[in-house]
T-cell receptor, first 115, second 111 residues
Framework: GAGVSQSPSNKVTEKGKDVELRCDPI?????LYWYRQSLGQGLEFLIY????????KSGLPSDRFSAERTGGSVSTLTIQRTQQEDSAVYLC?????????????FGPGTRLTVL | TQLLEQSPQFLSIQEGENLTVYCNSS?????LQWYRQEPGEGPVLLVT?????EVKKLKRLTFQFGDARKDSSLHITAAQPGDTGLYLC???????????FGQGTTLQVKP
């Protein structure tokens, strides 16, 4: 399809393990965002990419969280030594440009459960 | 600190009723966006308002941006079961696409 895709859709892991979450943005979209959403709540900004660089990483909650983007396309969010409080839905969005009026298109999210 | 406060957080109404959702802040935003999210899916943009006092209509939905660009409201007329979902407001602050989201309003419309 032509939308934003994320994988896996669900991930269950044990406390202390590392996880990688993948986002495939819409082709041609230069901006990519990661957000985190707790059950039934609003979205918390994590990181923003323009191309392969991340001018705003201010939302990453700790140094256990990192993200990269390669080829101006696919992005991976990595959480090291997962904790139970990391359990949430991780959403990725992409847009044509990095301005606020560029509509962000969201993927379906990855539901992460840390046992 | 929650920069955008939405109210109410939960709303359960009967089909045909009207409702208003509020999104308030002490901060000024250059734009305000409203999204609707269904279970298992990502949010979908409904509207963007950018001018203080601006009113936009989308069928039975009316969106308003406060004069001071610190608050916004979403009014739904004659709600239908298909309107059920999580409604989110999000504020933008200028040059980047980073959005500040409210905590959301869960709307349930009963037939």
């Amino acid at each position: 399809g032509a939308g934003v895709s994320q994988s896996p859709s669900n991930k269950v892991t044990e406390k202390g393990k590392d996880v990688e979450l993948r986002c495939d943005p819409i082709s041609g979209h230069t901006a990519l965002y990661w957000y985190r959403q707790s059950l039934g709540q609003g979205l918390e900004f994590l990181i923003y990419f323009q191309g392969n660089s991340a001018p705003d990483k201010s939302g990453l909650p700790s140094d256990r969280f990192s993200a990269e983007r390669t080829g101006g396309s696919v992005s991976t969010l990595t959480i090291q030594r997962t904790q139970q409080e990391d359990s949430a839905v991780y959403l990725c969005a992409s847009s044509l440009g990095g301005r606020e009026l560029n509509e962000q298109f969201f993927g379906p999210g990855t539901r992460l459960t840390v046992l | 600190t929650q920069l955008l406060e939405q109210s109410p957080q939960f709303l359960s109404i009967q089909e045909g009723e009207n409702l208003t959702v509020y999104c308030n802040s002490s901060s000024v935003f250059s734009s305000l966006q409203w999204y609707r999210q269904e279970p298992g899916e990502g949010p979908v943009l409904l509207v963007t308002v950018v001018t203080g006092g601006e009113v936009k209509k989308l069928k039975r939905l009316t969106f308003q941006f406060g004069d001071a660009r610190k608050d916004s409201s979403l009014h739904i007329t004659a709600a239908q079961p298909g309107d059920t979902g999580l409604y989110l407001c999000a504020g933008g602050r200028g040059n980047t696409g980073k959005l500040i989201f409210g905590q959301g309003t869960t709307l349930q419309v009963k037939p």
